[in-house]
């Protein structure tokens, strides 16, 4: 294999999450005066930091979204993770041979922590992650579409950003792992492969990944 560590997103790569949280977080804006479909929610912030919404808010009317925001966001979001969310079909197996074989993986999500830990635990996908191979937007200062995570993700993993890999369903993602310098693998699974330019190559079933990180499945 050439990759010494396969760094994963976590919404929409290990748990299918992207549906629900923008579900969620398009009616929440439209309730609190921010008209956005689930399909704008989708363009403007998969990817992203909760802050990024904050931000596009504040430029786009000129006004700050309420101070519980955030509070009443997760809220929603994980009530309905304990309810309905489910693993990526397919990645719990991929999982499974990476350990198998030896491979580091670890997951650098913009989520908070507590998202990541309600998301795995709710996907049933804890098992396969210790905590010193989570990282968060909240460790760093900045979220995707800047290098911050991903560089603190192989710091922390000791391994050099040239031999990572990053597996990304979202433009943001990718557009962090390449200023990271390093390869990345686009999920098109919801978005397609010209909704996220920039990848080393695109896939749309786990399946596929096996081949690509040269598992010899």
């Known amino acids: 294999m050439g990759y010494e560590l396969v760094i994963f997103d976590n919404d929409g790569v290990l748990v299918d999450s992207e549906p629900l949280s923008n579900t969620i977080l398009s009616a929440y804006l439209t309730e609190v005066g921010h008209p956005t479909t689930y399909e704008e929610s989708l363009r403007d912030y998969m ?18 979204l309420p101070e519980d925001f955030d509070r009443v966001l ?32 670890c997951v ?30 909240e460790d760093v200062g900045r979220g995707k579409p800047a290098p911050d995570l991903f560089l ?11 031999r990572c890999v990053v597996v990304e369903d979202s433009r943001l993602g990718i557009e962090a792992a390449r200023a990271a310098g390093m390869d990345v693998l686009g999920f098109t699974s919801m978005t397609p492969a010209e909704g996220l330019p920039g990848a080393n190559a695109y896939f749309g079933e786990m399946k ?3 081949g690509l990180l040269g598992l010899g499945v």
Do not use: C, K, N
């Open 152 to 162: 603190h993700a192989a710091d922390m993993m000791g391994v050099a950003p040239a």
């Open 47 to 64: 990817g992203g930091a909760v802050h990024r919404v904050h931000d596009l808010v504040l430029e786009r009317t000129g006004q700050r």
């Open 74 to 105: 997760h809220d929603r979001i994980f009530a309905a993770f304990e309810q309905d969310l489910r693993p990526v079909p397919g990645v719990t197996e991929v999982l499974a041979e990476l350990s198998a074989q030896g491979v580091p993986y």
């Open 108 to 137: 650098a999500s913009s989520g908070s922590h507590e998202r990541i830990r309600v998301g795995h635990r709710s996907a049933a996908l804890g098992e396969w992650f210790e905590e010193e191979w989570i990282f968060s937007v």
């Open 208 to 210: 596929e990944l096996y």
